[in-house]
């Protein structure tokens, strides 16, 4: 059975730093593009960061770009993202989301974690 | 980047059809056929209904169908039932590498 599991939200100040942590299970991390999705209280979803299943590939929402980073480390079957300069826009359910079998082509998101919430507050 | 347009509610009664669109641009929906729909309940996390247009992923039931014209996307439910109430977001992949959502629909079932 897949499962993601995320860790690591939590209360932050405006200007802070936080780092996210996905645990994933059932099936071969390495073999899978990954993503990160994230859900403010009350709104609709938005997409943050992408990588590529050998993690030479990244791509970020522009409303991110410069201030998080996404990385994995297959053998330890994680995914992360480190967040910086976080501002109150930034609070939010984070999503770490499973992406395509890297050699197939297109879009989309065929499971996801539960989520770990980010509050950006003084 | 703006989200894509969906419909803020849309309601049916059981065992009627809805359509809920999704509206882009030729840099996303028009531009590639990588165009998926997801449910939420509340609490939950998504999952994914359709992917590349029209695909149903196994374990999702036939009552849900996608298709696309142009820059717009559709989901359709058939023959409603209870539990499909929930909200629906569209996904596309755009011209800039990224992905993009949809606001997201309420499915009302009356």
């Known amino acids: 059975e897949v499962q993601l599991v995320e860790s690591g939200g939590g209360l932050v100040q405006p200007g802070g730093s936080l780092r996210l942590s996905c645990a994933a299970s059932?099936?071969?991390?390495?073999?899978?593009?990954m993503n990160w999705v994230r859900q403010a209280p009350g709104k609709g979803l938005e997409w943050v960061s992408y990588?590529?299943?050998?993690?030479?590939?990244?791509y970020n929402a522009d409303s991110v770009k410069g201030r998080f980073t996404i990385s994995r480390d297959n053998a330890k079957r994680s995914l992360y993202l480190q967040m910086n300069s976080l501002r109150a826009g930034d609070t939010a359910v984070y999503h770490c989301?499973?992406?395509?079998?890297?050699?197939?082509?297109?879009?989309?998101?065929?499971?996801w974690g539960r989520g770990t919430l980010v509050t950006v507050s003084s | 980047q703006t989200a894509l347009s969906q419909p803020a509610s849309v309601s049916g009664s059981p065992g009627q059809s809805i359509t809920i669109s999704c509206i882009g641009t030729?840099?996303?929906?028009?531009?590639?056929?990588?165009v998926s729909w997801y449910q939420q309940h509340p609490g939950k996390a998504p999952t994914l209904m359709i992917y590349?247009?029209?695909n149903r992923p196994s374990g999702v039931s036939n009552r849900f169908s996608g298709s696309k014209s142009g820059n717009t996307a559709s989901l359709t439910i058939s023959g409603l039932q209870a539990e499909d109430e929930g909200v629906y977001y569209c996904?596309?992949?755009?011209?800039?590498?990224?992905?993009?959502f949809g606001g997201g629909t309420k499915l009302t079932v009356l």
């Open positions: 989301a499973r992406g395509l079998y890297y050699k197939e082509s297109g879009w989309y998101f065929d499971f």
């Open positions: 590349d247009v029209s």
């Open positions: 059932g099936f071969t991390l390495s073999d899978y593009n």
């Open positions: 030729s840099s996303d929906v028009g531009g590639y056929n990588y």
């Open positions: 990588i590529s299943g050998s993690g030479s590939t990244i």
């Open positions: 996904s596309s992949y755009t011209s800039r590498t990224s992905g993009l």
